[in-house]
C-alpha cells in the first residue's frame, strides 16, 4: 500500500492532468479513463486514507467545473 505522501504524489500529478474546464470549454476530457484512475488510487489506499483520497478527487472535480461544488448546489436552491 502506498503511504500518504506517495497518494497525494499520485494525485497532484492527476490533478495536474485535469483541465480546468470552467475555462477551457474546448477542453477534451476523457472522464471514464480519469474515473479509472481514481478507483485505482482508492482501491490501493490504506482504510485509514481512504476518506483522503475521496475528498481530494472531489476537491479536484469541483476545482475543474467538473462537477459542483456544495456552495454552487445550495445557491441553485
Do not use: C, N, W
Amino acid at each position: 500500500m502506498p503511504t500518504r505522501a506517495e497518494l497525494d504524489q499520485q494525485l497532484d500529478a492527476l490533478q495536474d492532468r485535469l483541465p480546468l474546464l470552467r475555462t477551457d470549454e474546448d477542453a477534451d476530457f476523457d472522464f471514464l479513463a480519469f474515473q479509472q484512475e481514481t478507483d485505482a488510487l482508492r482501491e490501493s489506499a490504506a482504510p485509514e486514507d481512504q476518506e483522503h483520497v475521496r475528498g481530494r478527487i472531489q476537491a479536484m472535480l469541483e476545482q475543474s467545473g467538473l462537477i459542483p461544488s456544495d456552495g454552487e448546489v445550495e445557491s441553485r436552491r
